[in-house]
């Protein structure tokens, strides 16, 4: 069992910063593979960025050399740097922990942090 707590959401103007954290806990925080969802509201929750327990990451080609994710395996904390946001990028963000494990899949959602950007 993993327990995600988001935190670092706001309201910030158009072309300002955010940096969002997710705290995990209850297990091994490396074996898993950790990603930044979204949802705005009407439409589906959609994947942001993901990094691998090695550190290797892929993003959504909306967000693609603005928004930075990162992982501190020690800390057991994921991290999603944001810069350059947009009216777009509006909505709930959500931390994901996910591991594939003789078969079975281990899934965990975080309770979510609003970002809210104004134009």
């Known amino acids: 069992q993993v327990q995600l707590v988001e935190s670092g959401g706001g309201l910030v103007q158009a072309g300002g910063s955010l940096r969002l954290s997710c705290a995990a806990s209850?297990?091994?925080?490396?074996?898993?593979?950790m990603g930044w969802y979204r949802q705005a509201p009407g439409k589906q929750r959609e994947l942001v960025a993901g990094?691998?327990?090695?550190?290797?990451?892929n993003y959504a080609d909306s967000v693609k050399d603005r928004f930075t994710i990162s992982r501190d395996n020690a800390q057991s904390t994921l991290y999603l740097q944001m810069n350059s946001l947009k009216p777009e990028d509006t909505a709930v963000y959500y931390c994901?922990?996910?591991?594939?494990?003789?078969?079975?899949?281990?899934?965990?959602w975080g309770q979510g942090t609003q970002v809210t950007v104004s134009s």
């Open positions: 209850g297990s091994i925080f490396s074996m898993y593979i």
């Open positions: 994901n922990a996910y591991r594939l494990y003789r078969g079975i899949k281990y899934n965990y």
């Open positions: 990094i691998s327990s090695g550190g290797s990451s």
